[in-house]
């Protein structure tokens, strides 16, 4: 079985043809490399003029297999370094031929992919469903195939920086202007043509960098200018990174140095760089997250079984307050039709305008055509009349967060749906199951979460209630994959997942102010850890009157269910915070100051109001509390079996409340800690700052067992 096919036409140029045998796209994975190998021996032998890549599949190349990447362990990577080694010799062994060697990128070429490409001579790109890039470092790697070499060599270190620092893709247009797209066609025949008429015009050829006297753009690292801005940039990328992030950090080792040597000497770098970067825990954990379990939910791991797959064809938003003007936009984009109601035209009309300066940016920024715009404008209808939404085969409802207005709302608009229609509401926080008692069909009643501003946020919660059908689960599913977002599946309770969950990491941040430590300590600490937002600054955001607001109805529920409510260390410094009337960013004061036309800085009233000198505090600590808190609620969460998959905790926790993407998410935090260590330290911080850090049971008894996560 071979990976890459040899044919030779009549004009002596070899068609090494991609397609690997029973896959739906090419990989550069041990077979490959052996193909490739076994291709360019036979190249040794042969009489040829020159060489065409073109792939079989609809994209050209899908890069490194994960699957053996993952694998890969420091006890088995010298195999990986042999690989990887063999790969590019040969690679580098076409491209010094002197005979032209020519790619014709027929779709998506991303990481070694794109690799493969950049090794060619010359890259021909068809102009439609072509994506280019390295996008290795979102996954903890870095391009092994001498990606990085050959970027940093083409566009000079800084302009190749986002291309792999950051894994911005392209399109061939932009390549084109790179200087990395040699032609643009319109069809696959256009493709090997141009390659062949190519290939015929320029019998003998050099990369670039390998001609005599070639200067890379910008210089190399010894360049004044370059050398001025180098100790910088490390510095840069930790502001960005905090130092959580190998992958980057490696990339700009591997750039660096390998501008300073010869090209072969600079492969070797690159390829063990590779190799660390694969072994590295971080790599396992964004890999086994990001790539591994957000596939599975992709594909519809926690979505019913056997019940046809659906589509959305009309959905009708109750309230075009923030959140249901998000969630119009988001489905009209999608093609669905909107009815966008609110209890006035002018209301609903406000909700509809946010669409169009959300589409209006987008024309400006020339990614979307007027047409298009209009197209989806015009599928959103603006309504304060409950008649209009007859015909809808969802609704979702995000009214205030009033149970009474939410029953009724309820009734309304089930009055006007077919009995198959699927209602949803967006609360953040009031349970479902008692919320489908307004409902003639709890049955068809769930819960979809959106997170704020929806049209950035790539998370859905769906919580399903008590009498929630597994067909309501199904067209709950279906409908946020529709829209391009990411669903997970949670069961009812209050908070549900991820409210409850990310109410622990702000709770905590107060609750250490309120104990005398800096708040710039506890938000810097948790910029260490890896939030992209600390603690303080993101109550700010939610506002201080909302978390009372919710704690009081907490207190009453509780009340009414007999149960007593647990006061938080936090809830006395959000009343004071409250009594100095400093409610958050809305209001222009909260945690922080937000000077008009300048950045907002911490107020300076904390250090008067709470600080302590006395207080002892490490950063490592603020770090382990807030990491910590959360994990341990995550773990109540799935012995209440609010959650019942490993990969919905670890996607929900990174995609919906910022937990550090380092770790992959938040039980699989638990499981590179490893449980013993996890449950030590967990109980030295039950000692330290009280009960709500005690481990449940199920990780005790997880311990004792030797498990771990794992779906
Ligand atoms: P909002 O205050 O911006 O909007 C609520 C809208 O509902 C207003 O436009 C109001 O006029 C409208 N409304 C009131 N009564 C109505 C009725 N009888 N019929 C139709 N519309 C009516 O509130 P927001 O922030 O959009 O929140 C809405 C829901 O989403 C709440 O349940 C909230 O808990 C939930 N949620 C909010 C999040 C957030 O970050 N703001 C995140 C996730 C959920």
Not at 666 to 693: M, P, S, V, W
Request: hydrophobic share 40%.
């Amino acid at each position: 079985m071979t990976s890459v096919k040899y044919e030779k036409d009549q004009d002596k140029i070899v068609h090494l043809i991609l397609d690997k045998p029973n896959a739906s796209a090419n990989l550069m994975d041990l077979e490959f490399t052996d193909s490739l190998v076994a291709a360019v021996e036979k190249l040794r032998e042969d009489d040829w003029a020159g060489v065409l890549f073109r792939s079989e599949k609809s994209t050209f190349f899908a890069g490194g297999s994960l699957d053996d990447l993952h694998a890969t362990t420091k006890e088995n990577a010298h195999l990986l370094y042999e690989m990887v080694n063999k790969l590019k010799l040969v690679m580098r062994e076409l491209e010094t031929s002197g005979k032209p060697v020519v790619a014709c990128i027929n779709g998506a070429a991303l990481g070694g992919g794109w690799e493969l490409a950049l090794a060619c001579h010359h890259r021909i790109a068809l102009n439609k469903g072509v994506t280019l890039g390295l996008p290795e470092v979102t996954l903890g790697l870095l391009p092994g195939g001498g990606g990085v070499i050959r970027m940093s060599r083409l566009l000079g270190l800084q302009a190749a920086l986002p291309y792999l620092t950051e894994g911005k893709q392209f399109k061939p247009e932009q390549g084109q202007k790179l200087g990395l797209i040699d032609e643009v066609v319109e069809t696959k025949d256009q493709l090997v043509n141009a390659a062949i008429s190519w290939i015929k015009a320029n019998p003998k050829v050099q990369q670039p960098y390998d001609v005599k006297g070639y200067k890379v753009p910008g210089g190399k690292p010894s360049n004044p200018a370059l050398a001025k801005m180098l100790p910088i940039a490390p510095a840069m990328m930790r502001v960005q990174t905090k130092g959580t992030m190998p992958a980057p950090e490696s990339i700009l080792s591997v750039m660096v140095e390998g501008l300073q040597v010869d090209i072969d000497s600079a492969m070797r770098i690159e390829t063990r760089y590779f190799v660390e970067l694969v072994c590295s825990q971080v790599a396992k954990n964004m890999i086994g997250t990001l790539w591994f379990q957000l596939n599975e939910i992709k594909a519809g791991a926690s979505r019913p079984d056997n019940i046809e797959k659906s589509k959305v064809q009309k959905v009708g938003v109750l309230g075009a307050g923030m959140m249901g003007a998000g969630i119009a936009f988001s489905s009209a984009s999608k093609g669905i039709d909107v009815v966008l109601k609110d209890v006035s035209l002018e209301n609903a009309e406000k909700g509809k305008a946010y669409s169009q300066t959300l589409l209006d940016k987008k024309v400006k920024k020339k990614r979307l055509s007027a047409e298009k715009r209009d197209a989806v404008l015009n599928s959103i209808q603006a309504s304060a009349d409950a008649e209009d939404l007859k015909g809808c085969d969802l609704i979702i409802e995000a009214v205030f967060e009033d149970r009474g207005l939410k029953a009724k709302v309820t009734k309304e608009a089930e009055a006007q749906l077919e009995s198959s229609a699927v209602f949803a509401t967006n609360t953040s926080t009031l349970p479902i199951t008692g919320l489908a008692e307004a409902s003639e069909r709890p049955a068809n009643f769930v819960g979809l979460h959106f997170f704020s501003p929806v049209d950035k946020m790539p998370l859905v919660e769906i919580i399903c209630g008590e009498q929630t059908s597994d067909e309501t689960l199904a067209k709950a599913y279906d409908y946020v994959l529709q829209i391009g977002k990411t669903p997970i599946v949670v069961n009812d309770s209050r908070g549900f997942f991820t409210s409850r969950v990310f109410g622990t990491f702000a709770n905590e941040g107060i609750a250490m102010l309120g104990e005398g430590m800096p708040a710039a300590a506890i938000e810097n600490g948790a910029f260490l850890a890896g939030y992209p937002v600390g603690p303080l600054a993101v109550t700010d955001e939610v506002s201080l009157t909302l978390v009372e607001k919710i704690r009081n109805q907490t207190i009453k529920d509780l009340q009414a269910e007999g149960g007593t409510y647990p006061i938080h260390p936090s809830d006395s410094i959000v009343d004071r915070m409250l009594e100095t009337d400093r409610s958050g960013k809305l209001s222009g004061a909260g945690f922080y100051d937000y000077p008009k036309g300048a950045k907002k800085h911490l107020w300076s009233g904390l250090k008067e109001m709470f600080e302590n000198a006395e207080t002892p505090y490490s950063l490592e600590e603020i770090k382990d509390r807030l990491l910590y808190i959360q994990a341990i609620e995550t773990v109540r969460c799935v012995e209440e079996k609010v959650l019942t998959s490993v990969r919905d905790a670890n996607i929900g926790s990174i995609m919906g409340i910022g937990y550090p993407i380092w770790t992959g998410g938040i039980l699989q935090f638990i499981n590179q800690t490893g449980l013993t260590e996890f449950i030590k330290r967990a109980d030295e911080l039950t000692e330290q700052c009280g009960e709500r850090f005690s481990v449940p049971k199920l990780l005790r008894d997880m311990e004792k067992d030797g498990l771990t996560f794992k779906d």
